[in-house]
């Protein structure tokens, strides 16, 4: 069955600092691999994806993720985080038929 | 325009009751989805209708029933509300194919009292 672990409830960074938020999966077959972010009291956005050639994916708002296949990681990077991206970060496997599956949610806390 | 769009926003009753929510996208999407996000914001998916077909049905009570009366549409409807139906339940569409990103609304609340 196919699992998306993020191993960190909350990630706490200063402003104008590089961030990286943590994730993890479990698929069998090529996975499909997205972030999304959630402001509060706000529906899920989308971020970026993977699905296959380059390792390192560009998204929205400055932020990329890295593939790694032998680590089974995509985790989420921005160079220079800012405050306005303070959010929940999830990430997400989607099989090769229509179901998708979140994390757990990482608290991304940028402080000024 | 809004692109998934999801009605009541807010709703607070009672255990017992009946309550539905409705959802509608003019995406021209082919599959739409529930999911319920709890108070630890996890998130679950519920179901997916596919060109108003169910394909997904995960372990849900039986008193929640999804319905889809044409694939712009999704409504989810709860008999016999309990306290632990209190979550945000978001409304969600894509394309189809595994690779296609979801469009989610903005989430209706509902607290059972």
């Known amino acids: 069955a196919q699992s998306v672990a993020q191993p960190e409830d909350q990630v706490n960074v200063a402003e104008g600092n590089p961030l990286t938020v943590k994730c993890t999966y479990s698929v069998s077959g090529n996975p499909y691999l997205f972030w999304y972010v959630q402001y509060p009291n706000r529906g899920l956005q989308f971020l970026l994806k993977y699905i296959t050639g380059d390792n390192l994916v560009k998204g929205s708002y400055g932020f990329e993720a890295e593939f790694n296949k032998s680590q089974t990681s995509f985790h989420l990077k921005k160079p220079s985080a800012l405050v306005s991206d303070s959010a929940l970060y999830f990430c997400?496997?989607?099989?090769?038929?229509?179901?998708?599956?979140f994390g757990a949610g990482t608290r991304l806390f940028v402080k000024a | 325009d809004t692109a998934v769009s999801q009605t009541p926003k807010y709703l607070v009753t009672q255990m017992g009751n009946d309550k539905s929510i409705k959802c509608e996208q003019n995406l021209g999407h082919d599959t739409m989805y529930w999911y319920k996000q709890d108070s630890k914001k996890f998130l679950k998916i519920m179901f997916s209708y596919n060109n108003k077909e169910l394909i997904i049905n995960e372990t849900v009570p039986n008193r929640f029933s999804p319905k889809s009366p044409d694939k712009a549409h999704l409504n989810l409807h709860i008999n016999s509300l309990e306290l632990g139906d209190s979550a945000v339940y978001f409304c969600?569409?894509?394309?189809?194919?595994?690779?296609?990103?979801?469009?989610f609304g903005a989430g209706s609340r509902l607290t059972v009292l």
């Open positions: 969600a569409s894509s394309q189809d194919g595994g690779a296609n990103v979801l469009t």
């Open positions: 997400a496997v989607r099989d090769q038929g229509f179901k998708t599956i």
